[in-house]
Nanobody, 127 residues
């Protein structure tokens, strides 16, 4: 069964950090472009970041640039989202998504043509 599983969410104070993980089963993430999305209560889902296939180039929404970092660990078949200096506005359910398999995908914006979604992990930033 092909699936993505997120983990690492939780409650953190403003200024704190969390690292979200997106682990794949049934397929190799190296052949997929991966994106993170989030949805806050009462709001539409929005793109957060994207990591390309082959080049590893990343793309971030303006509000998280300099605070969030995506990375791949091929050996663990996992993609991470390191979130630092978290703010209350970052509170949302975070989802990872995959597009592929492709030989080449360049993230010039948020991930498109998603084939797989994870179930989401809650991130709450509050004092």
């Amino acid at each position: 069964q092909l699936q993505l599983v997120e983990s690492g969410g939780g409650l953190v104070q403003p200024g704190g950090s969390l690292r979200l993980s997106c682990a794949a089963s049934g397929f190799a993430l190296d052949n997929y472009a991966i994106g993170w999305f989030r949805q806050a209560p009462g709001k539409e889902r929005e793109g957060v970041s994207c990591i390309s296939v082959s080049t590893g180039r990343t793309y971030y929404r303006d509000s998280v640039k300099g605070r969030f970092t995506m990375s791949r660990d091929s050996a663990k078949n996992t993609v991470y989202l390191q979130m630092n200096n978290l703010k209350p506005d970052d509170t949302a359910v975070y989802y990872c998504a995959a597009t592929g398999p492709v030989r080449y995908y360049y993230c010039s914006g948020y991930l498109r043509d998603v084939n797989y979604w994870g179930q989401g992990t809650q991130v709450t930033v509050s004092s």
